[in-house]
């Protein structure tokens, strides 16, 4: 599998000049809030914001509405995508909800949870919420889709003028038998 970086670079930007993904279907409920603030004020920023630029160099935000909205006067870390509109809008619906799937290790996370010192009262909540819910059952193991080969295929890309030399030029090899196509780049 041939898996892109699509990290163009790690910038550090005032929140408010973030714009919000018009398509954000996040909504952030007071606890939640509360303890995100909570834990900025006892770790501080430990995580990117994730954005891409848009043709006017603004950045447009595809996760982390909430810590932007939070503390819109920060200096905040910001990985700044090479996405385009349809890529963020996948991003957008599918890396929460991913991210979600994961299963829990309740022993290990008490084991974790009891040597931790929470100062802030809802980060306490979340924390004594996942302990305290019943486990939900893993999901079936999405199948991969099967490879795909790809036969070699060997071409030839010639720089055209303008348009009247690339017609030219294909309806010439064309009618020499060759199997062509028209691109414009």
């Known amino acids: ?6 990290i163009k670079e790690l910038r ?4 408010a000049t973030l714009r919000p993904h018009p398509r954000n279907w996040r909504t952030h409920p007071p606890g939640q809030r509360d303890a995100l603030r909570g834990l900025l004020a006892e770790i501080g920023y430990a995580d990117a914001l994730l954005a891409r630029e848009l043709p006017d160099g603004s950045l447009e935000l595809i996760d982390g509405h909430l810590r932007a909205e939070t503390t819109p006067e920060a200096d905040v870390p ?6 385009d509109d349809q890529e963020a809008a996948k991003l957008l619906a599918l890396l929460d909800p991913l991210a979600a799937l994961a299963g829990t290790d309740r022993d ?27 486990p939900i059952p893993p999901l079936a193991p999405y199948p991969l889709p099967p490879e795909i080969d790809v ?14 030399q690339q017609r030219a030029l294909f309806d010439r090899f064309t009618a020499e038998g060759l199997a062509c196509r028209l691109l414009t780049l």
């Open 1 to 6: 599998m041939n898996i892109r970086d699509r």
């Open 12 to 15: 550090r930007v005032k929140a």
């Open 78 to 83: 910001v990985l700044v995508l090479d996405l």
């Open 108 to 134: 290990v996370l008490a084991d974790l949870a009891a040597n931790l010192e929470i100062h802030n009262d809802a980060a306490r909540r979340v924390l004594d919420n996942l302990l305290s819910e019943p």
């Open 151 to 164: 036969p070699e295929s060997f071409q030839v890309v010639i720089e055209c003028d303008d348009e009247s």
